[in-house]
């Protein structure tokens, strides 16, 4: 049967804080990395991507980097807002493969 | 602009009964199309994908199927329900390799 009682990382983060989420891959021929907001009931929504010849993108109150050397991948959220509290899910495909999405970190954002 | 829809929302379901849930996309032509399940607390699992019309590619072996009878029409099947299959079922859509999918807001299916 399925396990019960699993738990994703939390961050808990004050409002106006920056917030940081990491996350690590583990196939270095991934050239492709992406990362995802899920708020509860609801399907995975695009935030930003990045690919293997950047080391880091910005969007809107977003950045991604990049460390392929030791496979690391973050998402730095600026002037975080209780908006921004849900699953965050980071996901990787190599040349020619689906996405592999990690198991997720949820943000919780308080007044 | 492009948009995908995903229906029904939620489905409550007796063991051994049959499933369909349907997925369409808009606003583009030929997407790749993905079909994933997401347990309580888990990430995503890809169960289906597909490039074009008639070709599914299927990630885990299990008793769902999918089909693609049109460009931007994607279904997800059982003949037999099994109490394992509930779950968050989620459709995606991207312009191929190496872009972002889109996705729409799942079916929780729960199995009685």
């Known amino acids: 049967g399925e396990s019960v009682g699993l738990h994703l990382p939390t961050l808990s983060v004050q409002e106006g804080d920056n917030s940081i989420i990491n996350c690590a891959y583990s196939?270095?021929?991934?050239?492709?990395f992406i990362w995802y907001k899920q708020e509860s009931g609801k399907g995975p929504q695009f935030i930003i991507d990045i690919r293997s010849n950047m080391d880091k993108r910005q969007g809107q109150r977003v950045t991604v980097l990049l460390n392929k050397t030791v496979k690391h991948l973050s998402l730095q959220i600026a002037a975080t807002q209780p908006g921004d509290s849900a699953v965050y899910f980071c996901a990787e495909s190599p040349p020619g493969y689906a996405l592999n999405f990690g198991k997720g970190t949820s943000l919780l954002v308080t007044p | 602009s492009q948009t995908i829809h995903q229906w029904p929302a939620t489905l409550v379901q007796p063991v051994g009964s049959p499933l369909s849930l349907e997925c369409t996309v808009e606003g583009t032509s030929n997407p790749n199309l993905y079909w994933y399940r997401q347990a309580a607390g888990r990430g995503l699992q890809l169960l289906f994908y597909?490039?074009?019309?008639?070709?599914i590619s299927s990630e885990v072996p299990q008793n769902l199927s999918a089909s693609r009878p049109q460009d931007r029409q994607f279904i997800l099947s059982s003949k037999k329900l099994l109490l394992s299959d509930s779950g968050f079922y989620l459709c995606?859509?991207?312009?191929?390799?190496?872009?972002?999918?889109?996705f729409g807001d799942g079916t929780r299916l729960s199995i009685l």
């Open positions: 995606a859509w991207s312009g191929g390799d190496n872009q972002p999918q889109h």
């Open positions: 597909s490039v074009g019309i008639g070709q």
């Open positions: 196939n270095s021929a991934s050239d492709y």
